[in-house]
């Protein structure tokens, strides 16, 4: 009798902790259940209000809920990234620029899980008429030896265009939204012509551009605005293609760089938003122009716009500039400084204006005894770079212009 009362007193205590296990866990359930849904944008925000030019604007959520938003009507010009989130997160308002007359607005509704829905309004300012030349003030140029000439034009009206002397140009048309010019080879004078965009129903509107062709003097003219890689401030590198990467229209251009044998035979010219990069790191690399187009033998001024490399954090490369004429002729010079030196991020953060394409800070040497054979060479220091200077030497170069002198 005594074992089997201990097995029943052992049992009951077996029940009782189960019993406040299960208690216990009851109480771990309740504990865990969330508190009253709530949801709120810092700053209590229910409205944004944009102006013609759109915007982007970042909103921090507070909610102990999974929401979402959406559109109330489909909308083109309004968007919000990310539309939903857990808990606590950021959104953003993405308002695109209103080209049209007319003021617009969107609402979004927040839906949040346990609680009625909210709305969030948006509204945008309408335009004015406008005509805009892209880089109407800088003027277009066709090169001596003929071409074309894209002028872009930027409207949100009717438009048509006239041009004041059209006597030397070969072909002009409206297409899409551009104007293209055509000329041929210019034997003679600098020319000039006035492309006039205006719009028949806002005539007030009409914008005018400076359309010149050099004179015959002028050989080779090269702003490289066919290439539009990676970034156009200068320290920052990501995205630019170098030579070898280039596609073969960009290669039938006619310019060339040498393989660097020590750098895998890789080509080290890089293509950037309108201009080009010499050289990495350890290695220079060099751009070959076309032979020139010269009849007999010549002398040429070689006029281009160079800068020299700075790191985002300031540091400044050794910028030593090489030039030779390859196949005939003499260069004056064999080397140049490039003074010219972009501003580092922190000069860009402040807000200083450092234009390092500025005609004024051009470079230039001459080449005596050109024929139809030369070919000009600009190389960053060396190919070979390891233990010379810094082991940096890289260089930017733009505009490049050879005109026959005498």
């Known amino acids: ?49 944009a102006d013609v030019t759109g915007v982007t604007q970042r909103y921090v959520v507070r909610s ?5 938003i959406s559109l109330k009507e489909a909308s083109d010009w309004v968007r919000v990234f990310p539309d939903e989130g857990e808990d606590d997160g950021i959104f953003r308002i993405i308002v695109q620029e209103n080209i049209g007359f007319n003021s617009r607005s969107a609402e979004f509704i927040i839906d949040v899980e346990g609680m009625t829905s909210k709305t969030f309004r948006v509204e945008q300012e309408g335009n004015v008429p406008f005509i805009v030349i892209e880089n109407g003030d800088d003027g277009v140029n066709i090169p001596s030896m003929g071409g074309e000439a894209f002028i872009d034009v930027f409207t949100n009206v009717d438009w048509d265009y006239s ?43 009409a914008q005018e551009v400076v359309v010149t062709q050099s004179s015959g003097a002028v050989i080779l003219e090269e702003n490289f605005d066919w290439l539009a890689y990676g970034n156009a401030i200068p320290y920052e590198t990501s995205g630019e293609r170098r030579y070898d990467l280039w596609t073969q229209e960009e290669k039938d251009r006619g310019w060339y760089s040498t393989p660097v044998e020590s750098s895998s035979g890789q080509q080290l010219c890089y293509a950037r938003q309108g201009f080009v990069k010499l050289g990495k790191t350890n290695f220079g690399g060099d751009i070959i122009s076309p032979k020139l187009d010269i009849d007999g033998v010549a002398n040429v001024k070689v006029t281009f716009k160079a800068a020299g490399y700075i790191s985002a954090g300031g540091a400044i490369d050794d910028n030593i500039l090489r030039v030779a004429a390859l196949g005939a002729g003499s260069a004056s010079v064999s080397e140049l400084i490039i003074d010219n030196i972009p501003n580092s991020r922190a000069q860009d953060d402040a807000g200083i204006i450092n234009d390092i394409w500025d005609p004024a800070r051009a470079y230039s040497f001459m080449i005596s005894g050109a024929t139809s054979e030369t070919q000009i060479q ?3 220091g060396a190919f070979e770079l390891t233990g010379v200077g810094q082991g940096k030497n890289r260089i930017f170069l733009d505009d490049v212009k050879v005109e026959i002198v005498d």
């Open 1 to 49: 009798m005594k074992n089997i009362k201990t097995r029943y007193s052992l049992s009951a205590i077996v029940v009782i902790f189960i019993l406040l296990g299960i208690t216990v866990i009851s109480c771990d359930k309740e504990e865990s259940v969330p508190g009253e849904a709530f949801f709120e944008i810092e700053g209590n925000h229910e409205r944004l209000e």
């Open 64 to 68: 102990n809920r999974p929401w979402k």
């Open 163 to 205: 041009i004041d002397d059209e006597s030397w140009l070969s072909n002009h048309e409206k297409k899409e939204s551009s104007v293209i010019l055509s000329a041929d080879r210019n034997a003679g004078e600098k020319r000039s012509a006035i492309l006039t965009i205006y719009s028949p129903s806002f005539p007030d509107l």
């Open 378 to 380: 600009f190389l960053g």
